[in-house]
């Protein structure tokens, strides 16, 4: 009998965010879905657009995986986690060991197809960088979201994270940033 999968089920009870009054909760599973939709729209962009070859199917697959140790950690605030370079190192040596325990609950004759998705260091350097990348700005949509219903509490977090979004020297991401994140800021009404 395996737990894996039972395990990666629970990510849906680990709410993000977990330091600031949110006026919509948001769980880890919702968070991965959406990193995977982002970094697919983003693979996609660098394709089409920019003269890239990467593979859309696999950042998905990395994206819906990327906070998988968080089943066992819980989600640790950003500005816990990168508070000190110990604390830092700290919380990426736990992470490690997560999902090393998570790795060895998938059967034997499964492990090589998970190994590159589970432990994402190992996985290609351009995949890594798009999905690091929807991962910013997936957040970034959330504080537009939040302070969109009037809740300030996101602002400088939007702006820190806005920050690091344009340090990234990527073309599909500065063309999904203009293309498609001013509509987050829309009423329905104004969407349609």
Not at 8 to 30: C, H, P, S
Not at 99 to 118: A, C, G, N, S, T
Request: charged share 25%; aromatic share 10%.
């Amino acid at each position: 009998m395996s737990h894996f999968f039972a395990y990666l089920a629970r990510m849906k009870l680990i709410q993000r965010w977990g330091l600031m009054r949110n006026t919509e909760q948001e769980n880890v599973q919702e968070h991965c879905l959406q990193v995977a939709i982002i970094g697919h729209a983003l693979a996609t962009i660098k394709n089409r657009l920019f003269g890239g070859d990467v593979n859309p199917d696999q950042v998905v697959t990395l994206a819906v995986f990327h906070e998988i140790g968080e089943v066992i950690t819980g989600d640790l605030a950003t500005p816990i986690k990168y508070f000190n370079p110990q604390i830092k190192k700290a919380y990426h040596d736990i992470d490690k060991v997560a999902k090393e325990r998570l790795f060895r609950m998938i059967p034997e004759d499964l492990r090589q197809d998970y190994q590159e998705i589970v432990f994402t260091e190992q996985a290609d350097a351009t995949h890594k960088v798009i999905v690091k990348a929807a991962d910013k700005i997936a957040a970034y949509l959330k504080c537009v979201e939040e302070l969109k219903t009037g809740n300030q509490e996101f602002s400088q977090a939007a702006k820190t994270i806005k920050e690091d979004i344009e340090k990234f020297d990527l073309p599909e991401v500065h063309y999904f940033m203009g293309t498609f994140v001013p509509s987050f800021s829309l009423t329905l009404d104004e969407l349609n």
